[in-house]
């Protein structure tokens, strides 16, 4: 954490994320930002979402960056999660536990805005070709990468995937990431070698064909792709904070998503849809880019 300038810190520290961390008894800054990042990466330290003030299920969760994701991806993310079986954390949907989410987005922002060095490494992932937009885009779902090879994210699973889709990340300076290996101790999976991309950096995709030497779940070759990282783009928020936050906070609202996300974890067909849902998901995000627009 030593790279977070007290300048930036000073900025994160005007966020409703750093301002909640200022307030706690005893609570160190850079302490809650590394809770956050472990906690993102499937590593929760029970220090983030804590025991008695969260569901257990939120607390050791191992895998919420699957709900995170989901809320954060395109239209198609609950649908292509929904197919693979991917099991949501409906306990998230509470006011303290959406109010925590959007607190771990600015987290994770302050850690990646903090450093400008210049990159010097690649990273690939595997994902579905529904999550890649050729030609330019902006992030929205955080995006975990490895600076592992293809065939060694392979070789671990992380293929299994319908319509795969292998993307080759090329670094501009001024990009925002967060390279875990920085965390040195405090990076509980040093052998994954994970890179978050975070979200605002400005995409550059350009799809090279179909490679038949890796094939994903549905058993269809991968379409291979290189992308290029490129310094955020905040793309102008024009409702206000408190219009956004009555659409994201109400309770009526949640509770209806509460169950839908609980529905997503059955068998069966798609569950329907709340109406609540695309209006509160797109205020949340909007929300998360407002919070982290004042660190850039």
Known sequence: MSKLSKQHLQKFL?????????RKAGGVVSEEIVSAAKYYIGVPDEKYFKTGEFDESVVKAKKAYITLNTIMGGQT???????????????????AGVRKMLY??????CLGSGNDEEVNFETVRACRQT???E?????????STTKLSIDEIMQLGYGNKNGLAICCYHF????????????GKNYPKPEEREVLILMGNRLVTHCLGENGQY???DGRPALIYEVDVYP?????VTEEKETLEKVVYDKNAIEEIRLFYHALNTEGDFPEVPECYKEWKEAFKKLVFLEIKKLA
């Open 14 to 22: 005007q966020t409703d994320a750093g301002e909640t961390a200022l």
């Open 77 to 95: 993310a609950e649908l292509d999660r929904f197919q693979e079986g991917k099991k949501q954390i409906p306990e998230f949907f509470n006011m």
């Open 104 to 109: 771990l987005f600015t987290h994770l922002y």
């Open 131 to 133: 999550e890649i937009e």
């Open 135 to 143: 030609g330019e885009s902006v992030v929205e779902a955080l995006t």
């Open 172 to 183: 501009h300076k001024g990009c925002t990431i967060c390279d875990m290996e920085e965390l």
């Open 215 to 217: 094939v994903g779940k």
């Open 232 to 236: 955020p783009d905040f793309t102008t």
